[in-house]
């Protein structure tokens, strides 16, 4: 059967350019709380700086041809256009591999990573390690959202994109990783889809966080119940929002840009390992093509609905686990850092597990170097089942 996919190139209309550009002009700010900044949230004087640049030297057009510069495709599945990106290896037989993004994320968090996986010679490697890469803006998120769409469970996004890789694109068995959301899906799909499965790698990894979920905790889940304590307190008040009162927190993103910014700036701040220093790790650009594509495409509603969906029905992972191999990299400044002996409750073939020097939760940005190597290593003993499978 002929595929219903079509090639896609990303041209905002110039109208909706100059409307962002009059809102920023107008934006209203409000009084910076007094005490150290970033303390309370968002902090107001990076925010006037941010938004200046928005309105006055950010190229939109330039992040938009770096997205263009990428084979990109819309297809008609599970009642929605879903967008993806979709670049052919080089090398003698590339591996097919399923990316995930998260929130709040879209697929500009892969730019950097994906040349280093499609073309690693380019980087000093191994052709032989060349992956085929396919990733997909999130159902309801960017490029994947339409008004009145279906909203998408994480459940309902791993079926999804269970079906892009295997009925739509012909890849019998293929890798998946990813990192927040992009976690519980590559995750789900290991659980309920292991034939279609080689492996998965992960950089969060998708655990109960319920505090008394361990008894006599040993020192090391000891930690990590302090840590979890701290982040349910202090780090949790957006997942709440979000997940219990998605309609009206979007009403503020979705007509201030300034708004919204600063919604998404700060979890950049929080999350990545920064030491406080935004742009010592985040250029001004790559943060606002991100913020950007969230606003265009009007999709900040939409894409809070996996969280609404997590708090009111059943946790995504079965019971019984995920009996696939995984590898994971645990990155210093990840939100949570569960210990091997919790994630061996869900995970029951850990191949891999490396603690990383450097990095937080926006991996595939922060250290782009870092993670594909580790996607290299964890799959390249698995090459031989995918071979056997294909």
């Known amino acids: 059967m002929a595929s219903a996919a079509k090639p896609f190139q990303l041209n905002v209309a110039q109208a909706a350019l100059d409307d962002l550009v009059e809102r920023l002009a107008r934006t209203r700010f409000p009084e910076q709380i007094p005490g150290l900044p970033w303390a309370f949230g968002a902090d107001v004087p990076y925010l006037e700086e941010l938004v200046n640049y928005w309105q006055t030297s950010f ?7 770096r997205l263009n510069a990428f084979a990109q495709f819309k297809v008609p599945l599970h009642g929605i256009e879903l967008h993806y990106l979709h670049v052919k290896g080089n090398g003698p037989k590339p591996y097919p591999l399923l990316l995930s993004h998260g929130w709040p994320g879209s697929v500009f968090e892969f730019l950097e990573i994906i040349p ?20 997909p803006s999130l159902p309801g998120y960017g490029l994947s959202f339409a008004p009145g769409q279906e909203r998408f469970s994480v459940e309902m996004i791993a079926d999804c994109f269970a079906d892009l890789m295997t009925e739509e694109l012909g890849y019998g068995r293929f890798g998946a990783q990813g990192g927040d959301w992009g976690a519980s899906i590559t995750s789900r799909l290991g659980a309920v889809h292991p034939d279609k499965l080689i492996g998965i790698h992960l950089n969060l990894l998708a655990v109960r966080r319920d505090p008394k979920m361990l008894t006599n905790p040993t020192p090391d889940e000891q930690k990590f119940l302090g840590e979890l304590e701290h982040w349910i307190k ?14 009206t927190l979007a009403f503020g993103l979705s007509d201030s840009p300034a708004g919204l910014a600063a919604w998404i700036v700060e979890k950049f701040r929080a999350w990545s390992d920064c030491g406080g220093d935004l742009e010592s790790v985040f250029t001004k650009d790559e ?9 265009f495409t009007g ?11 997590r708090l009111h029905g059943p946790w995504p992972i079965p019971d019984t686990g995920v009996s696939v191999p995984m590898g994971y990299a645990e990155f210093p400044r990840e939100i949570l850092r569960p210990p091997r002996s919790v994630a061996g409750k869900v995970y029951t073939d850990i191949r891999r597990w490396t603690a990383m020097p450097k990095g937080g939760h926006f991996a595939a940005m922060e250290q782009p170097d870092a993670l594909a190597r580790e996607i290299v290593e964890f799959f390249r003993p698995l090459r031989p089942r995918y071979a056997e499978a294909s």
Not at 121 to 128: E, L, Q
Not at 234 to 247: L, N, S, V
Not at 299 to 309: D, Q, R, V
């Open 116 to 135: 280093r996986l499609t073309d690693p010679a380019r980087f000093g490697g191994d052709p032989a390690d060349a992956f085929t890469v396919v990733a």
């Open 287 to 295: 943060l606002l093509a991100n913020i950007s594509l969230y606003w």
């Open 299 to 309: 999709a900040i509603s939409s894409s809070f609905w996996p969280y609404y969906a």
């Open 234 to 247: 202090e780090e949790t008040g957006y997942q709440w929002i979000q997940g219990t009162r998605p309609q």
């Open 59 to 65: 190229d939109w057009r330039a992040q938009e041809a």
